[in-house]
């Protein structure tokens, strides 16, 4: 997507909002449902302003036994935030695992 990043990632800080293109990411954001703020958040949100899409990431690292538990977990637990994202920006969202 054209980021800019330092020569090495471990060192890297990034901006919280970007804009690039149309398209907003968002990392490390509190979102916002109604009059609830969630303490467990989404890791990273991409929203396309043209195709009026969110994608909201969500981030685990399990050990290799507990991958398909942990996955899981995260789409259960972000199932309802996805709806009401939906719903609140009148926009298509998915929760995708990383």
């Known amino acids: 997507m054209g980021l800019q990043v330092t020569d090495k990632y471990y060192k890297h800080i990034p901006e919280r909002v970007v804009n690039i293109n149309g398209t907003t990411i968002m990392w490390d954001i509190l979102v916002i449902t109604g009059q609830t703020v969630l303490a467990n958040r989404i ?3 991409l929203h ?3 195709e009026k899409t969110r994608l909201l990431i969500a981030i685990a ?3 290799d036994s507990n991958v398909n538990t942990k996955e899981a ?4 637990k ?3 935030l996805e709806i009401e994202v939906s719903r609140m920006w009148k926009v298509r969202t998915k ?3 990383l």
């Open 43 to 45: 890791d990273i949100i």
């Open 48 to 50: 396309d302003k043209k």
């Open 61 to 63: 690292i399990p050990d």
């Open 73 to 76: 977990e995260k789409l259960n």
């Open 78 to 80: 972000n199932k309802d």
């Open 95 to 97: 929760v995708c695992l």
